[in-house]
Nanobody, 125 residues
Framework: VQLQASGGGLVQPGDSLRLSCQAS????????MGWFRQAPGDERTFVSI????????WYADSVKGRFTISRDKANNTIYLQMNNLKLEDTAVYFC???????????????????WGKGTQVTVSS
């Protein structure tokens, strides 16, 4: 599976952005798709995951109530709607796909099987 992310940009605190990630190739084994982010000098960390079949969602505490993950199965695309963006949301956002060979908490902690190229989100006043 290949992943193509888009939608990043430069915004001010309180603004919104929507990230998109389209999967192509063999997606038959994809169980989860999601977003992680990496700020300069930091490790890549979990933001949100969605189960591809049922649409169940999980969020990092830092983004609950502000970010919403969704999927469009017809177009093999997931979205991350980010509202009320904060300075600390500044990071490169990576889209990932996972075949669920490990427990979900492991995926949340250590990352997904396949990554797309990141998209930069900068929140600055």
């Amino acid at each position: 599976v290949q992943l193509q992310a888009s939608g990043g940009g430069l915004v001010q605190p309180g603004d919104s952005l929507r990230l998109s990630c389209q999967a192509s190739g063999d997606t038959t084994n994809v169980v989860y798709m999601g977003w992680f982010r990496q700020a300069p000098g930091d490790e890549r960390t979990f933001v949100s995951i969605i189960s591809w079949s049922e649409g169940h969602t999980w969020y990092a505490d830092s983004v609950k109530g502000r970010f919403t993950i969704s999927r469009d199965k017809a177009n093999n695309t997931i979205y991350l709607q980010m509202n009320n963006l904060k300075l600390e949301d500044t990071a490169v956002y990576f889209c990932g796909a996972d075949s669920a060979t490990r427990a979900l908490w492991t995926t949340m902690t250590y990352g997904m099987d396949v990554w797309g190229k990141g998209t930069q989100v900068t929140v600055s006043s």
